[in-house]
């Protein structure tokens, strides 16, 4: 396996991991779990996308073609220096009134990436003002959006709704806390139920359940550490009690 692209969101790899897969190359991101509260990682660790070495050459040329379609980040303008002294005072409440105003009275407004240059947005932005309150990826170009975000007023991701299978229902809902995963809830057949449920500790899956839609009875409990599976308790008779543990090796296979 090769590297082909790094990056310091976890978000960026997968919109890299994404386009990959449209161009028919399998790919797999290492790094995915070590992001922190903002969506960044720590400093020295990065999301690397990888892929075998024999298209690794090919997976170089699409994201190549990809970053140049990518817009250029607009230059901050410049500050203008002046000396207000008699009016400081004055001159601060104004411009803290106007503000305000303009705050509460921006309309809604979105901005959005086309990557496939088909005329659809597969990333689009919604600001209130200049605060970005939700974010919609639309994964597969399909024009319909399979992962929304919503920020609160630090800027921190406090909602996401996926879409995993397409189906154009978000069946999973992730609930963050300083913008990191805490606990992920899936209803897979649309009864308004979560048969699966994941926790998380420091944006890390710790625990993930799979409970019964009918007797509501927890029949696997699986515990990770690092993000990956290590072992499994097994309630099949669905009567609360877990008749069966397994632990799993590294490769994720049961050990003798």
């Given at each position: 396996m090769?590297?082909?692209?790094?990056?310091?969101?976890?978000?960026?790899?997968?919109?890299?991991?994404?386009?990959?897969?449209?161009?028919?190359?399998?790919?797999?991101?290492?790094g995915?779990?070590?992001?922190?509260?903002?969506?960044e990682?720590?400093?020295?660790?990065?999301?690397?996308?990888?892929?075998?070495?024999?298209?690794?050459?090919?997976?170089?040329?699409?994201?190549?073609?990809w970053?140049?379609?990518?817009?250029?980040?607009?230059?901050?303008?410049?500050r203008?220096?002046?000396?207000?002294?008699?009016?400081?005072?004055?001159?601060?409440?104004?411009?803290?009134?106007?503000?305000?105003w303009i705050?509460?009275?921006?309309?809604?407004?979105?901005?959005?990436?086309?990557?496939?240059?088909?005329?659809t947005?597969?990333?689009?932005?919604?600001?209130?003002?200049?605060?970005?309150?939700?974010q919609?990826?639309?994964?597969?170009?399909?024009?319909?959006a399979?992962?929304?975000?919503?920020?609160?007023?630090?800027?921190?991701?406090?909602?996401?709704?996926?879409?995993?299978?397409?189906?154009?229902?978000?069946?999973?809902?992730?609930?963050?806390?300083?913008?990191?995963?805490?606990?992920?809830?899936?209803?897979?057949?649309?009864?308004?139920?979560?048969?699966?449920?994941?926790r998380?500790?420091?944006?890390?899956?710790?625990?993930?359940?799979?409970?019964?839609?009918?007797?509501?009875?927890?029949?696997?409990?699986?515990?990770?550490?690092?993000?990956?599976?290590?072992?499994?308790?097994f309630?099949?008779?669905?009567?609360a009690?877990?008749?069966?543990?397994?632990?799993?090796?590294?490769?994720?296979?049961?050990?003798?």
């Amino acid at each position: 396996m090769e590297t082909v692209f790094e990056a310091s969101l976890a978000l960026e790899a997968h919109l890299v991991r994404d386009l990959l897969e449209r161009a028919g190359i399998p790919s797999h991101m290492e790094g995915e779990y070590l992001q922190g509260a903002a969506g960044e990682l720590p400093l020295g660790n990065l999301v690397r996308v990888r892929v075998t070495s024999e298209r690794a050459a090919e997976a170089r040329e699409v994201i190549a073609e990809w970053e140049k379609k990518q817009p250029a980040d607009p230059q901050p303008p410049a500050r203008k220096k002046g000396s207000w002294a008699p009016y400081t005072f004055f001159l601060g409440c104004f411009l803290g009134l106007f503000a305000a105003w303009i705050h509460y009275n921006t309309p809604i407004s979105e901005r959005g990436v086309d990557y496939d240059g088909d005329g659809t947005l597969d990333e689009r932005y919604v600001y209130d003002g200049e605060r970005l309150v939700a974010q919609d990826l639309d994964r597969n170009s399909d024009g319909r959006a399979d992962v929304r975000y919503e920020y609160d007023s630090h800027g921190l991701v406090k909602e996401a709704f996926i879409d995993d299978d397409f189906d154009q229902r978000f069946e999973t809902h992730q609930q963050m806390v300083r913008g990191q995963p805490h606990i992920s809830e899936s209803d897979l057949d649309g009864d308004g139920f979560a048969e699966i449920v994941y926790r998380y500790r420091n944006g890390v899956a710790t625990e993930g359940e799979f409970i019964s839609p009918k007797s509501r009875a927890v029949l696997k409990r699986s515990h990770l550490r690092g993000g990956w599976l290590v072992a499994a308790d097994f309630d099949a008779d669905g009567d609360a009690k877990f008749e069966r543990h397994v632990e799993y090796d590294e490769m994720g296979d049961p050990k003798p």
